[in-house]
C-alpha cells in the first residue's frame, strides 16, 4: 500500500445506541507502507514481531454493544501511538535536538521506535527529522485528536467516559514471574496503579474476564504507557483501563498466524466485550446495563 492512501485510523461507530466505553486498539495496523519496506533492512516477516497482531478482531465485537472501536492502521514498527511525541532517540534522526529521549526511546523502542521484537535494528542508518515529525503528523497526532472527541462526547453524554486501551502480549513475558506453583496471567490489566481509573471501575473489569476463566493480573509489568496517562484522569470522570492479552492463547508466536484456539478465545472475548461495553458511569459508580 502507498503511504498516500493510508488513512490514520479506523473508526467503528456503535450499531444500537451510544454507551460510555470506547475500546482503542493503537497497535494491531497491519497495513505496511511500501516506502517504509523499502526502506528497512528487515524482511516483511521480521518486521512484524512487535505487532499486537489481530487485537483489533478480538475486540470488533465493541460497536454491537455500544461502544466506539478505533484502531491504528499504520503497523507500531511505523509509529507507536503509545509512546509519548518526546520519546523519541536522538541517535535515530539527524537532528539530535528533536523531541526528548526515555530509556524507551533510547533502547529503540520510542514514538518512531528503531528496533522490533526481541531488539531488532530496523534501519541501517538515521531517518530525517522531517521523515519522523511527518509520521506524527499524519498518523499520531489524529489518532489522539480523534480519540480525545470520541472521549468529550461520551463525558457530554454521561458525565464519565472508560477507554479501554487493547494490546497483547508475548508468552514469554506473560511468563515473567510465574512459578511452579503460579502459572502465568492470560490477561494483565493495568490502571497505572490507580491513577488512570477507579478502583470499582477496575474490579469490575477483572471480574469480566475471570468469569470467563481467564487468569489476570494487574500493573505488573504493564501498568498503561502513554495512551493511559494522556486519557485516564478519573477525577476528572475520565477512565482508561490497558488490556494485555497473551498471544500464544490465539495465535503462533512465530508464524504470526491465527491458532485453533482463535475462533474460541473470540467468541469469549465478544461475551467480555459486552459486560464492559454495557458500563455506564454516575459519579465514581458503577452499573452494567
Aim: net charge neutral; glycine share 8%.
Amino acid at each position: 500500500m502507498k503511504l498516500d492512501e493510508l488513512q490514520p485510523y479506523c473508526e467503528f461507530q456503535p450499531r444500537n445506541g451510544v454507551g460510555a466505553a470506547i475500546f482503542s486498539s493503537p497497535h494491531s495496523g497491519r497495513a505496511y507502507p511500501s516506502e517504509f519496506l523499502t526502506q528497512i533492512r528487515l524482511d516483511a516477516h521480521a518486521i512484524r514481531m512487535s505487532e499486537d497482531a489481530y487485537v483489533d478482531l478480538l475486540f470488533n465485537a465493541a460497536p454491537e454493544f455500544g461502544a466506539t472501536l478505533i484502531c491504528a492502521t499504520a503497523p507500531r514498527s511505523y509509529v507507536d501511538l503509545n509512546r509519548s511525541p518526546g520519546e523519541i532517540d536522538p541517535e535515530l534522526v539527524d537532528d539530535h535536538a528533536l523531541g526528548g529521549s526515555s530509556i524507551r526511546s533510547r533502547a529503540g523502542y520510542g514514538v518512531v521506535p528503531s528496533r522490533v521484537g526481541e531488539g531488532a535494528p530496523i534501519y541501517d542508518g538515521v531517518l530525517s527529522a522531517v521523515a519522523v515529525e511527518e509520521r506524527l503528523r499524519r498518523f499520531f497526532h489524529p489518532f489522539h485528536n480523534r480519540l480525545e472527541k470520541l472521549a468529550e462526547d461520551r463525558i457530554r453524554r454521561f458525565g464519565e467516559v472508560i477507554l479501554f486501551d487493547c494490546h497483547s502480549m508475548p508468552h514469554r513475558i506473560a511468563s515473567n514471574g510465574s512459578t511452579a506453583r503460579s502459572a502465568p496471567p492470560d490477561v494483565i490489566l493495568g490502571d497505572r496503579f490507580g491513577q488512570a481509573a477507579s478502583a470499582e471501575l477496575m474490579e469490575f473489569t477483572e471480574s469480566a474476564f475471570a468469569a470467563r476463566g481467564l487468569s489476570v493480573a494487574r500493573n505488573t509489568p504493564f501498568p498503561g504507557a502513554y495512551i493511559s496517562k494522556r486519557h485516564g484522569r478519573p477525577e476528572l470522570g475520565r477512565h482508561a483501563i490497558q488490556i494485555e492479552i497473551d498471544r500464544s492463547l490465539y495465535m503462533d508466536e512465530i508464524t504470526l498466524r491465527p491458532n485453533g484456539n482463535f475462533a474460541t478465545l473470540k467468541k469469549l472475548l465478544r461475551s467480555v466485550t459486552a459486560d464492559l461495553a454495557a458500563l455506564r458511569t454516575t459519579g465514581f459508580r458503577l452499573a452494567a446495563e
